[in-house]
């Protein structure tokens, strides 16, 4: 059919309706191949249709030229482009001309990117000039350089929020100062406290700053990218903010994540509105990048429906969890196994005997260390990849542990162990309940031959039934405290103390 779309094309018969069918036509690269075969060089008929009086034959046209990626096509695209008066097919053009080199065309782009931006275009038109900044910033920023703005406000004291585990925020809320910090739901809001104390701290899952903006009403996208994206007097707002905490001038990348009870179908476009308003109210100030952006603007609902702004900055190296080059899929996060050592911190013994029967790739045992420091420290497991990337772990975190590729019920070992810290096996597809609650009862009667008098289990556990009903079973066990982890699958870490 590609054959005889192309000739009534040439004919001048429904050229209109003949593009758009020789264009769906074009579905891979095997009929795009087929077509170009077909032409022989030969794009006269396709380039006449650039002057078309039908925008949408110039359309259709300017995108079939674009598929053949002749580099002799060049010119005759970017000089129609620049004449091109209808704004809905403008963007068409620099989609056709993308995959070429136009790097002789890129000061131009440049030039009109710039005048775009202060472009104040009728409510009808602006959709089609924000596609065409799109595609514009996309072309020039793949010629262009961008490394991350320094972030250079180590020893300021930012108004931050730190997201922490919902039900432990006290942990990381004890980490400062009295009348430094307020406790929220599901973090902590830190004030007057210098950003290089801020980042060591290891139980926070995120780092946010708010965004003082006036109000948001989810009704409308354009007006909160406006709000947000307008010059302003306010130190907290997001550009006076962003400037404040780095070197050098704009523009800053960046995207828009929204968390809220909107539905997944209509987030995408609901986002796009946010992050044209926002890129046109700030005059190029703020650029919105799908890949390589510094920062991320994220709109949280509020019980009102409006949203409340954060800035997450990815200009900030987080360094704490660095050593974790490797994982497997059953890993513990680095920062719940942070937050169990936090939480048990009182009962860990320095320069103790420390072993984890389930370790994984080191991530508990090298938390463990870092809270507080131990003498002899091993790891246990019989998936030997595991502790082949616990190895790893633990030398670049400076960790010396003794790795173990061996089952924890027929491990000996000379002298008994001070404390047992360990992230217990979980339920999973491959592993049933019955056999977890197996495993959960053999693991007790078998860590006393490992265990000194008085010896300490710090156990992080999503089966806590498993451990009360051990603990019942065993008196020889006592619970010395519980932590709940998670409220929605009773994720808990028990603290229990050996007799003997």
């Given at each position: 059919m590609i054959r005889e779309y192309y000739e009534a094309i040439c004919k001048g018969v429904d050229v209109r309706a003949n593009l758009i069918a020789l264009r769906s036509a074009l579905k891979d690269e095997k009929e795009v191949r087929a077509f170009a075969y077909l032409l022989g060089g030969d794009f006269s008929v396709l380039g006449d249709l650039l002057a078309h009086e039908d925008p949408k034959v110039r359309k259709n046209a300017a995108i079939l030229l674009g598929k053949m990626e002749s580099e002799d096509l060049l010119p005759l695209l970017f000089e129609t482009y620049q004449k091109e008066t209808t704004r809905f097919i403008r963007a068409d053009y620099l989609k056709a001309m993308e995959h070429m080199d136009y790097t002789p065309y890129l000061g131009a782009l440049q030039e009109r990117l710039q005048e775009l931006r202060s472009v104040q275009a009728a409510p009808e038109e602006q959709k089609h000039v924000a596609e065409e900044i799109r595609m514009l910033q996309a072309m020039v920023l793949k010629h262009q350089k961008l490394e991350l703005h320094p972030f250079t406000a180590l020893d300021q004291a930012e108004d931050v929020i730190l997201v922490t585990n919902k039900e432990q925020s006290a942990v990381t809320a004890r980490k400062f100062p009295s009348g430094c910090c307020r406790r929220l739901k599901g973090g902590v809001r830190v004030n007057g406290v210098p950003m290089r104390e801020i980042l060591p701290i290891r139980t926070y899952?995120?780092?946010?700053?708010?965004?003082?903006?006036?109000?948001?009403?989810?009704?409308?996208?354009?007006?909160?990218?406006?709000?947000?994206?307008?010059?302003?007097?306010?130190?907290?707002?997001?550009?006076?903010?962003?400037?404040?905490?780095?070197?050098g001038a704009g523009p800053y990348r960046f995207r828009i994540e929204l968390k809220g009870r909107m539905e997944a179908s209509k987030k995408g476009a609901y986002i796009r509105k946010v992050s044209d308003a926002l890129e046109r109210a700030s005059k190029g100030m703020w650029i919105n990048s799908a890949t390589d952006y510094e920062a991320e603007v994220r709109l949280l609902e509020r019980k009102d429906g409006g949203f409340t702004p954060f800035l997450k900055l990815y200009t900030i190296k987080d360094k704490r969890f660095s050593y974790r080059k490797e994982f497997v899929a059953s890993s513990i996060a680095p920062v719940n196994a942070?937050?169990?050592?936090?939480?048990?911190?009182?009962?860990?013994?320095?320069?103790?005997?420390?072993?984890?029967?389930?370790?994984?790739?080191?991530?508990?045992?090298?938390?463990?260390?870092?809270?507080?420091?131990?003498?002899?420290?091993?790891?246990?497991?019989?998936?030997?990849?595991?502790?082949?990337?616990?190895?790893?772990?633990?030398?670049?975190?400076?960790?010396?542990?003794?790795?173990?590729?061996?089952?924890?019920?027929?491990?000996?070992?000379?002298?008994?162990?001070?404390?047992?810290?360990?992230?217990?096996?979980?339920?999973?597809?491959?592993?049933?309940?019955?056999?977890?609650?197996?495993?959960?009862?053999?693991?007790?009667?078998?860590?006393?031959?490992?265990?000194?008098?008085?010896?300490?289990?710090?156990?992080?556990?999503?089966?806590?039934?498993?451990?009360?009903?051990?603990?019942?079973?065993?008196?020889?066990?006592?619970?010395?405290?519980?932590?709940?982890?998670?409220?929605?699958?009773?994720?808990?870490?028990?603290?229990?103390?050996?007799?003997?």
């Open positions: 899952t995120e780092l946010l700053f708010p965004i003082e903006a006036e109000a948001l009403p989810q009704s409308d996208p354009e007006l909160i990218g406006r709000r947000l994206g307008e010059e302003s007097e306010q130190e907290g707002s997001l550009t006076k903010r962003m400037q404040r905490m780095h070197s942070a937050l169990t050592a936090e939480l048990a911190v009182k009962y860990l013994k320095e320069d103790g005997q420390i072993l984890d029967p389930f370790c994984g790739v080191g991530t508990m045992l090298i938390e463990r260390n870092k809270a507080v420091k131990a003498k002899e420290i091993y790891g246990l497991d019989i998936f030997g990849e595991a502790i082949e990337k616990a190895r790893v772990n633990a030398q670049r975190a400076g960790c010396r542990i003794q790795f173990i590729n061996r089952d924890f019920f027929t491990f000996e070992h000379a002298y008994l162990f001070d404390e047992i810290i360990s992230d217990l096996p979980q339920v999973t597809q491959a592993k049933p309940k019955q056999e977890i609650h197996e495993l959960y009862l053999e693991f007790f009667r078998k860590a006393p031959q490992h265990l000194k008098e008085n010896a300490v289990l710090i156990l992080y556990v999503t089966e806590p039934q498993f451990v009360a009903e051990a603990v019942r079973r065993h008196p020889e066990y006592r619970v010395e405290e519980t932590f709940l982890i998670n409220e929605k699958n009773r994720t808990t870490v028990y603290v229990l103390r050996y007799l003997g």
